[in-house]
């Protein structure tokens, strides 16, 4: 499948983002999504997933904050609310091996 990211920007802290993975290509059933972090410096680091049956589950920095939700087979969105300076990174979806390029998240204090 070939994986894309859009949604990233400036938002200011406190402020809500919403980013979505968009899959292509030959797809045959709700396959589970990733969602991960890189901040500059940093290692890539686990943030969301949701299952093919739906079932979500958050790193514990997000909880709460963070809200990934299936629109269709081939889309899944990222809701981030409450963000923080933290939060700021390049955000990346992860799906059956395959990485999108990322979407930029920048959180201005």
């Known amino acids: 499948v070939l994986v894309v990211e859009s949604g990233g920007g400036l938002v200011q802290a406190g402020g809500s983002l919403t980013l979505s993975c968009t899959i292509s290509?030959?797809?045959?059933?709700?396959?589970?999504f990733d969602w991960y972090r890189q901040a500059p410096g940093k290692q890539r680091e686990w943030v969301a997933s949701?299952?093919?049956?739906?079932?979500t589950n958050y790193a514990g920095f997000v909880v709460g904050r963070f809200t990934i939700a299936r629109e269709n087979m081939q889309r899944v969105r990222l809701q981030m609310d409450t963000l923080k300076s933290e939060d700021a990174a390049v955000y990346y979806c992860?799906?059956?091996?395959?990485w999108g390029q990322g979407t930029q998240v920048t959180v201005s204090s």
């Open positions: 992860h799906v059956r091996g395959a």
């Open positions: 949701i299952g093919g049956s739906g079932h």
């Open positions: 290509g030959r797809i045959l059933s709700s396959y589970a």
